[in-house]
């Protein structure tokens, strides 16, 4: 599904020049000697070897991030890349200070050549998948307290910056711009995998199968956050054999090239999701919920049966 970002980010991107991404960089480093072999090769203090520190601000600036922080308070927006680890890198976004109370954004991806088990997809390509693979993903306003309107998801120590499509479609462009097939990740939450859903989709058409259901038992009943936190505290059942839901993390992926695209579109990966939504029928039990958010001093916001 489309972001309503796409169209514009994309011309945006389109003025981009390699100077204005390797802001500082050498002269002599371009994108055709920056790959060899189909791998990145790396410029140890920039992101993914190819993003300076000035470049990313200018980034930030042209996509207009810095101004949607400052209209929210958020000002002296400033950034941190640490490629210590040369496999992972990190990044990292302030509001003032470089302190743990102004951090705004937290980034940890890696270049991962994913081969997907066998088994799990039908007739899927036979090759290693060359991806950017997100490790973790914080937005956050450190300066804006939880409320009815914006309450706590698990996982969260603040909320969030109402900045997640305009990121993607920034990394999607990032992604076509490092020449890799697609992103991937592993969501802890199921409700990131349920953000992330508006473009992932799962690897696995079992665990695709699994929030169909969720969506349809639950979400048409409960909040997200209600279904969140009941999920956190395994209150979900299954319907036909009262048996706790457990969310284990699995692969998402955002396929870019277009076999990618077509095999997550074929009718016979669509057939085999809702096959298997079928056989899943989820409830939520009520009484372990309740007292598992009173027990964690939580809200809740809906009237819910007895």
């Known amino acids: 599904m ?11 991107a389109k003025k981009l020049t390699l100077a204005d991404i390797q802001c500082g960089i050498s002269d002599d480093l371009s994108f055709e000697n920056l790959f060899k072999g189909g791998h990145i090769i790396s410029a140890s203090d920039y992101l993914m070897g190819v993003f300076s520190k000035k470049g990313i601000i200018k ?22 890349i640490d490629t210590n680890d040369p496999h992972i890198h990190r990044l990292y976004a302030y509001t003032g200070t470089h302190s743990p109370e102004n951090k705004i954004c937290e980034l940890v991806f890696k270049q991962a050549q994913l081969h997907l088990k066998e088994g799990i997809l039908p007739t899927f390509p036979n090759r290693k998948l060359n991806l950017l693979q997100i ?28 900045l997640g499509d305009r990121l993607m479609e920034l990394l999607i462009i990032m992604t076509r711009r490092l020449r890799l097939e697609g ?26 199968a699994v929030l169909y259901a969720i969506s349809k038992d639950l979400l ?48 016979e990966y669509q057939h085999k999701v809702k096959d298997l939504a079928k056989k899943y029928h989820f409830c939520i039990d009520i009484k372990k919920f309740t007292k598992s958010m009173k027990k964690n001093n939580l809200e809740i916001y809906e009237d819910l049966p007895k």
């Open 2 to 12: 489309m972001t309503r970002y796409r169209k514009e980010f994309r011309k945006i």
């Open 59 to 80: 980034i930030l600036e042209v996509f207009g991030f810095i101004k949607l922080l400052e209209d929210i308070g958020l000002f002296d927006i400033d950034i941190e």
């Open 135 to 162: 490790e973790w993903l914080l937005l956050q306003n450190p300066k804006m307290d939880f409320n009815p309107e914006k309450p706590p998801l698990p996982g969260q120590s603040h909320p969030g910056l109402g």
């Open 183 to 208: 992103m991937v990740n592993k969501p802890n939450f199921l409700h990131t995998a349920f953000m992330f859903t508006k473009e992932f989709v799962f690897t696995n058409p079992n665990n695709q």
């Open 220 to 267: 048409s009943d409960y909040s997200f956050y209600t279904v969140a936190w009941a999920t956190y505290f395994k209150c979900i059942l299954n319907t036909d054999d009262k048996t706790p839901f457990l969310w284990e993390p699995d692969y998402l992926i955002l396929p870019l090239t277009k076999d990618l695209i077509k095999y997550f579109r074929l009718k």
